[in-house]
């Protein structure tokens, strides 16, 4: 198991695409490594949004009588991801909640306004995948200061 750790570590450190995705608090090697096996340079994904709905962590949509309702996550596209995602941001919620960033603040705005603790990791997990697709297709690497859309 170790042997295929530092495998995972080497390849990483060898990657510039990865080395840009573990910029991303959350985000670690076996992230990294698993995001460009499955979506190569997201180039498959015109918006960050078609990433998170592929991924499956998007809500639900069910409409009946004209009357649209939003339910939990779709739970659609690639479950292991979405799992090693959502892990991340269980994760980097600790971190990200005490500090003093457009990230932390929007975390800790959804605190205060008494959102269920999975709610806020989920939507943590969304955010994260949609930094993701613009590393993996801009080339950019994480700033923690860099405004986050709400």
């Known amino acids: 198991m170790e042997a295929l750790n530092g ?16 910029s991303i608090p959350g985000v670690g090697v076996l992230n ?5 096996a499955a979506v190569g340079d997201a180039s498959s994904f015109a918006k960050a949004r ?8 998007v809500p639900r ?6 009357k649209p309702r939003l339910l939990g996550i ?9 799992t090693l ?6 994760v980097a919620l600790l971190s990200l909640a ?21 709610a806020i990791v989920v939507a943590l997990a969304n955010k994260l995948a949609r930094i993701a697709w ?9 700033e923690r200061g860099y405004p986050v859309a709400a």
């Open 74 to 82: 779709s739970k659609r596209g690639n479950t292991y991801l979405r």
């Open 50 to 57: 078609d990433l998170d709905a592929w991924l499956g962590l």
């Open 61 to 66: 949509q069910h409409t009946t009588g004209g």
């Open 98 to 118: 005490r500090s003093e960033t457009p990230l932390g603040r929007w975390l800790t705005g959804m605190i205060e306004r008494g959102a269920h603790r999975n």
């Open 134 to 142: 613009a590393a993996l297709r801009k080339d950019a690497t994480f």
């Open 32 to 36: 990294a490594t698993a995001l460009i």
């Open 85 to 90: 995602l959502i892990h991340g941001a269980r």
């Open 7 to 22: 495998e995972f570590v080497e390849l990483a450190r060898n990657d510039a695409a990865a080395r840009r995705l573990t």
